[in-house]
């Protein structure tokens, strides 16, 4: 029989639908001793909130995120705010002693991450980050692939996370859908928003970095606040590239930007050993390439493989071969991990000191794009 | 405020767990009137029945689908069993002034399908027959496109539904996953399995079919039943492809085999109009491939369309451009409209009498198969 | 040393071209005995004829074919006229004792076709039909494949030839670019021009189909005639489309237009067996799609094989991996395999008698569509 | 009628072959006043200077260049050595009045290219280097799709050149074909060979660059070398990737190498503008993927143009459309160009000056790479 496991959510936009959405789908596709109960939702409208709890079914909701950590009949806080409060609920959550599931990117900075990791290791308390594209069947196979040594010599890495919703200059900043462009709620821009995710995958299939050279470019200088109704600065990078070396010897190549028209949210990544080549695109997200140089030489060609069969991962959890799944299983997925995780007391992964390395990385690009010079990850 | 709407569900196969998730899945992301409540799902095995209301959260169970048909306090049944139970609960539900929904083929001939619908339009019950894949997206943003007369003269339709999983002659008949090489259960192979998802898409989009030509094969000729444990003739068709003319001039080609190697459930469709194109495939179904031959002839090419956009069809409900969405949805985004429907009082498509029209079809070809001559579809 | 190999050539259209430069190109790509020399070319037209000497070296030309079949300094006919003057002419050049080489489809229909086998056998002179599509490496690797047993017993083979050129009613019959719409020239429309390859390659790929049954269309069913500056009757097929039964128990569908919007000359062919699949596309005419079902289960897919390796057929006589030859290549490849046999004296295919199987095909299909009949392939 | 155009040409090895395929071609598929006639062939080695001109029809040899730029019967000189030789052969070229056409890259760096262009300049002689792919039809297409002004503002460039056949440790350098891989004969590894190509074309798209990052990589550190049979080190960059900034305010990323398994000539290029985006790939050259946002929204996506009509460059030469042309054909447009040039007295490009540009970036790339630091590009 399973077990009630209260969730508290903080925020209610995009990613607070897509991890309640998460928390209601788990325990009909994946067994498992945990069972999500959807105890509060905090919103600091309460008109929200109230909207919120009824639609997707929570018990109760509240306004303030400080009510709703304190609470006794919570066991985990997952915290969908924008950025830049993502440190002081993680903190106060783990002193509560609450497990602790955090939007990406960790934080604003990594002085912010450094204190947040600290935190959940003195709580000692089961902590998560929503770097939830590891957790796309493809990529989860990828990674198999990788950890295998099939691919040999690792020579080259590459990724790119390009969108083009903000090429029009009337898009404001810092409103709800648009606090991704405001530096004080978002930190940076592409660099935490996307390039983060490209990032994760990299240091997960490929390794640690050991330095960077970055670009940065603000193509719209000033935006409407949707706060201030002012024009105001915008001190968010809107496209960000970089080079880097791997600890494995590989030089990796990574762009981002918000301004590549025709692309809605393309990421795509590539990784070529001796043996073997990779490669995925999220616009595609049910499909892995794969190259394989030890096929016969004649027939030898890059593979276009259907994720969709039940020994492909996660696949025997949906529906049968051929039938794509899409964006929002990554979520259900990287919870009924972290819910088995819980039962097994092992440890989950990504959690905040996985994310604190790419936030180290992120910091480095952005130091290195304002600073024009390579920089190491320390 | 949204009011309960009491559903029966009968089978818990594939069919039965997909139509479920809908259940649970459309009123978070679709609003209306009616919210559906699972109040009983029916299986023979009594523990199967249980495991899978307790999953699903069913509020009860039933072993006998007269039981659960006769219940008062449902107010929809649905019908997810092998083909040759549609006809007997579908009237019997009918009879009880239930709304039907059936899973499809509609019935296992045109005969049982005649008589369903003359059940359903006595009774006056809100009826829909699962033809899912014209919900999605993509297929519902093609036909838009047609009817909005832009194609011009339709000169070709053509599809094909392959798979590759019964190629192995030790695959049996007759068992859970395997009642669909079964003709006493199934009635016939892939013309009623696969071929009817492609008629149904193909009269939606280009109206009626005049008549047909067609082939058909069993490649295994004997299979061992699972309910015998003998071998046993096959007398199903493994694999089914006509010629046919539509009413509106056009000439269409249709195949459909599970003998394919290499394709899991590739369901494609293209129709060829004087002025535009458009296709699609199922295993990349978040992609619709339009050609429009107004565009500037020197940069003209078939477009591929991430049907991701919230202008696009049902994804204003999901999430944010790029991010797709898989099969499952498809049953969720009928649902909604059906809801809706009995909202407004409008007629639902697809219904029994479209399913018919389906079957007319599917029977007219299965003759042409047979007796080798062209057949009218009456 | 190489050994000079006078060719004369009939006709200066599309085809003239694409043979003599075929005749320029092969000894600098080719090692062998026989060098091509352009001898002389003939055109009913004398100011054609001179100019398309002067620009592609012809050393003559003539306006009369009768009187270039009768040259003494004539080697080999090379036959590039329209369908309604092969027959004559072949015989002629055989009579003579020339090597000939015809344009295909090898006749306006199967009694022609005999009577030009016949006297092609009775002289016993070398012979070549252009059914150039054999010659796409991509194809010829196909053979390879399929030759080698890889794909076990075949269940499916399909093929389409779509183009999108005569869909406005203004395109006239009967001229220079046009009489293929002129069924007194072409003796049928797609059948001959289009389905004629489809079915070469089919019988070399996958041996003899048994019966057809077809479905013709004319869509637009007058067109001014250049000839007659008169609105005359269309008697050729716009498209057809056809099932059929090969003898190794594989079924076929074949479907080919020049209505379908969007396609330029979209040739496609796919065959199914029971471990491996194989596809190929003119428009991207130096890519093979292989699927090994043999491969590792969660890493099989399509393979794309960009077919210009040193080891792909015919590959190491171009440039180097990665770069693409194009149509004209096709040509130059059947050509030197041709002068290979002259040399080594073994015989030659695609032959004439090939050409008339493929006839046989035709004739069948163009007969089942006008009766709505299955016929036999005699 | 035409006049014919002496050619001397020095280097037999691939580019020899290419270049004077295209002096045998372009006659026939191209007007113009001057026909290329083949004068003479230079190469050290006596029988491959002898075969290469029997094979090919050159009417005389050499063996020896001096010999050969000093003869009275030549027009022009073509340079097909590697690249170490390009600055002394094109400077006694251009004194003899001849004019110059030079395989690229330039020359081993920006100092003998300057001497090259002052020497070239003061001889007033036309010139030419092959920088072929502006010549691609799909590339042409998308220069006049930029200079038309319909992307608007340009935000991004990227480019890779990505192939994988010295992965393995066993390839030499310094060989016939391996000499690019000898830092003595080549000046640089992939960047003058495979990034030379790649910023031409960016150049021609998308105007200077300002400034570089790069990174360079050499992962084989020792090979044989051909013509000491000693392990020697390697001093070539196997990888160079780098970061710019164009003139016009957008960023461009870049990226080549020999290491990428799984890509034998991938030539890649994007170029994302505000109101429409481009891409091109040379696996598949005649496709140029377009993206016009001021499309209707819900049809709105990346179409692929089959770059194979009469309006589209070039291709009004070659055959019908939907028959693609292959990697040769670049060179033969750039020569019709070319001669066409020498005709209308109007300066051609890309030119010696042109590619002095490309050679000062590449500079700027090896330097940076080699230094860690930003270079401006002189």
Chains 1, 2, 3, 4 share one sequence.
Not at 1 to 29: C, D, E, K
Not at 251 to 280: C, D, M, P
Not at 285 to 293: A, D, I, S, T, V
Request: glycine content about 8%; some cysteine.
């Amino acid at each position: 029989m399973s077990r009630p496991w209260n969730v508290g959510l903080i925020g209610t936009g995009f990613m607070g639908r897509a991890h309640t959405n998460a928390y209601r789908q788990v325990s009909q596709f994946f067994e498992g001793t945990w069972r999500p109960v959807l105890r509060a939702v905090c919103a600091r409208n309460r008109d929200n909130a109230q909207a919120f709890a009824e639609r997707w079914g929570f018990d109760e909701f509240e306004t303030d995120w400080r009510a709703l950590v304190c609470r006794d009949d919570i066991d985990a806080v997952d915290i969908c705010t924008p950025n830049h409060l993502h440190h002081d609920i993680a903190i106060a959550a783990a002193e509560e002693g609450k497990a602790v599931l955090c939007e990406k990117p960790l934080a604003m900075n990594c002085m912010e991450g450094e204190a947040m990791c600290r935190a959940i290791e003195r709580a000692k308390v089961p902590n998560l980050v929503w770097y939830n594209y590891r957790f796309v069947p493809a990529v989860t196979l990828a990674h198999q692939l990788v950890a295998s040594g099939r691919l040999g010599q690792v020579f080259h890495y590459r990724a790119v996370f390009l969108q083009d919703w903000t090429i029009s200059p009337d898009v404001p900043q810092g409103g709800a859908g648009t606090w991704r462009l405001d530096a004080a709620s978002a930190g940076s821009g592409v660099t935490g928003d996307l390039l983060a995710h490209c990032i994760d995958t990299a240091l997960w299939l490929n390794g640690p970095i050991q330095d960077v050279s970055a670009v940065t470019k603000t193509f719209v200088s000033q935006r409407k606040h949707v706060q201030t109704g002012q024009l105001q600065d915008v001190a968010i990078d809107d496209a960000c590239a970089f080079l880097c070396r791997f600890q494995n010897g590989s030089l990796g190549v990574f762009e981002s930007t918000r301004y590549a028209r025709g692309h809605k949210a393309l990421y795509t990544l590539e990784i070529n050993g001796q043996h073997a080549s990779i490669a995925w695109d999220l616009h595609d997200l049910h499909r892995l390439k794969y190259f394989e140089h030890r096929d016969e030489s004649v027939v030898r060609g890059w593979r276009s493989v259907h994720v969709s069969d039940g020994d492909q991962p996660f696949m025997s959890h949906w529906w049968v071969p051929g039938l794509q799944i899409g964006y929002e299983h990554t979520f259900i997925h990287q919870l009924a991990e972290f819910l088995r995780s819980l039962d097994s007391g092992t440890e989950f992964h990504p959690n905040f000191r996985d994310a604190l390395e790419t936030q180290k990385v992120c910091d480095a690009v952005l130091a290195s794009g304002q600073e024009r010079d390579w920089k190491a990850v320390e």
